[in-house]
């Protein structure tokens, strides 16, 4: 064997190919078919997944929710919000796709795969610190900001916005920058109020005017609201949280223009009958200030003012909106988990990036990287995953909405192959009031196969081709091996003669050229494989940089053992009648012969 290497390449390299062309061709139609699943399942996410809802009031989609969660035959259901947003990044500004989600509900729901963790995604998002606000005591009946405001405007209001433990939002007015407080907590909370400043009187003459005198400034003073009827609407024991304190402009008929404004605070109380409770005190928060210049996340900014707390700053709110700062747990950020894109720009886990929603700008930590999840197609453009309170909050903090904005509902089902389970889905939906634009459900393998014209006809092409390269194979292996026995008859003749016995000569033609064919059908898978899955990508007329998720190998093993089983058994007939020729032939007769 040693003797012969290039005797015995040639034999190697043709079993070697013979045995990628076996791969290939038996993996063309199991491979693109189970792509084509692939795909159907990447873009669905879930068994079942209903997007673009639309709907009026958040009572709606929590009862939809339920409902869907009381079908027969699913397992789990979870509400996720899908938004358009902008990265700012090194190149300017990035359309992103953002996906909101709660990692702990949807683990187990969204789809995966080989290549497509999703699982190790939700759990790095999950391990990350949900960015909730500041919890009130189950006790508090009232909620109010010891404030000073730098002037006097009482078209201004101080809104705080709670949530409960559904991430719906309450929108609260504690009272005006006059400084007030609002209807019904004036006994509670006493604030004097500036008058307003007297304007001179254009029937005068000049010689008539008098001097006005200037506005006093505004004085410390608590101003509150009550947390009653709040409560009264809610479970008994209800968590809340707050989680933004902004400012309103107040609508007023042929009032002056919205203006900036500034606010002195140093502490939030909750209070209860005979207690109240220090919330947040902002002289022992300087992480909570803003970093750099201009104004913050809402437009709003927070800038140490020693003994005084702080001074919050504001950009001019237009009617309907607020200009504010978001309230949560000091020295927490947004976490995101970013495309492969971002990476590519640089970015690094632990790094900062803006991001825009709805013209509402978010400064969140990069807290890892993940090529592929389910329903995102890295093709179209980057996205970024989050927790589902990070795009609400973008979403609803500085505008009159309620609550989490779920436009996805995930579900899981036992029901996979049932077509009515669609049905049932969109009828609970409609039946709760909640619009759903597309409802899709992932289907079999068998739907998602070649057609079987298609199919029938691959298969003539490739039985065809297995037909030739079988018999190509079988008769260079005999013609190979025929020859080199005849080449080998003296060798074999003399090792004959020093000792050797039959069974030891047998063993021995066995051994080689088994090690030739096992060596060459390893080479030969590899390659196979590696050709196919360079190969196959292309007969599918796409891309293959555009196929989502990407293209996995899958051999048909059923094919390709039919085809083994009949190499296997000419072989070893072969290697039968070569070691019956080494072990019957005469000593003598060939030694004689090969000395002539």
């Not at 005006?176 to 307003?196: H, N, Q, R």
């Not at 609407?233 to 707050?242: G, H, K, R, V």
């Not at 065809?464 to 013609?479: N, R």
């Not at 196979?528 to 998720?549: E, H, N, Q, S």
Request: charged share 20%; aromatic share 6%; with cysteine.
């Amino acid at each position: 064997l040693a003797r012969r290497t290039s005797h015995q390449a040639k034999l190697v390299v043709m079993i070697a190919a013979a045995t990628a062309t076996a791969i290939l061709l038996s993996s063309f139609e199991s491979t693109i078919s189970s792509s084509n699943f692939d795909q159907t399942a990447y873009s669905v996410g879930a068994d079942v997944r209903a997007a673009k809802l639309t709907y009026r009031s958040q009572w709606r989609i929590d009862q939809a929710l339920s409902s869907i969660a009381e079908i027969d035959g699913v397992d789990s259901v979870s509400g996720a919000t899908r938004a358009s947003g902008i990265i700012r990044g090194v190149d300017g500004a990035i359309p992103v796709t953002i996906l909101g989600l709660e990692p702990d509900e949807l683990d187990g729901i969204a789809w995966i795969r080989d290549g497509v963790d999703t699982h190790a995604t939700l759990e790095l998002l999950d391990a990350s610190v949900k960015l909730r606000g500041l919890p009130i005591p189950n006790n508090a009946n009232w909620i109010s900001a010891h404030i000073k405001p730098v002037v006097s405007m009482p078209d201004v209001g101080l809104v705080m916005k709670i949530a409960d433990s559904t991430g719906r939002l309450h929108n609260l007015t504690i009272g005006t920058l006059a400084p007030k407080s609002s209807v019904g907590s004036s006994d509670k909370f006493e604030c004097g109020v500036i008058p307003p400043p007297l304007e001179p009187d254009p029937n005068l003459s000049p010689e008539g005017e008098i001097e006005l005198e200037t506005p006093p400034t505004p004085e410390w003073c608590d101003i509150g609201v009550t947390l009653t009827t709040l409560r009264e609407n809610l479970p008994a024991d209800e968590p809340l949280t707050l989680e933004f304190l902004g400012f309103s402009r107040r609508p007023i008929e042929r009032g002056d223009p919205p203006t900036p404004g500034s606010m002195y605070i140093d502490q939030i109380r909750a209070h209860s009958e005979y207690s109240s409770d220090l919330i947040l005190d902002f002289r022992n928060s300087p992480d909570r200030h803003t970093v750099g210049g201009g104004y913050g996340d809402y437009d709003a900014r927070v800038d140490d003012a020693d003994d005084d707390g702080a001074i919050v700053s504001w950009a001019p709110p237009a009617f309907g909106t607020y200009r504010g700062i978001e309230l949560s747990q000091p020295g927490v950020a947004h976490t995101v988990i970013g495309s492969k894109w971002i990476q590519e720009q640089g970015y690094e886990v632990g790094d900062h990036i803006e991001v825009s929603i709805a013209d509402t700008e978010l400064t969140v930590r990069i807290g890892g990287f993940t090529e592929h999840f389910p329903t995102l197609n890295p093709v179209t453009g980057p996205f970024v995953i989050s927790s589902r309170d990070t795009v609400w909050k973008a979403l609803a903090l500085d505008s009159n909405a309620i609550g989490a904005p779920v436009n996805d509902i995930w579900i899981s089902s036992s029901r996979l192959s049932n077509e009515g389970l669609v049905d049932e889905v969109r009828g609970t939906l409609v039946d709760a009031g909640v619009n759903a634009v597309n409802i899709r459900q992932q289907i079999g393998a068998v739907e998602t196969a070649i057609s079987n014209l298609e199919s029938q006809s691959w298969r003539y092409i490739l039985g065809f081709g297995y037909a030739v390269l079988i018999a190509v194979a079988i008769i260079g292996v005999v013609v190979h091996t025929v020859g080199g026995f005849s080449m080998r008859r003296v060798e074999f003749s003399v090792l004959r003669s020093l000792g050797l016995t039959k069974i030891q000569l047998t063993g021995m033609i066995i051994f080689e050229s088994l090690t030739i064919i096992l060596f060459a059908a390893f080479v030969g898978v590899a390659a196979g494989r590696t050709i196919a899955l360079t190969t196959i990508p292309y007969l599918t007329g796409d891309d293959p940089a555009d196929i989502t998720p990407p293209m996995l190998l899958h051999t048909d093993w059923t094919i390709l053992a039919y085809a083994l089983t009949a190499f296997s058994v000419a072989v070893i007939a072969n290697l039968a009648f070569i070691a019956f020729m080494a072990v019957t032939r005469s000593v003598h007769a060939e030694i004689r012969m090969g000395s002539r």
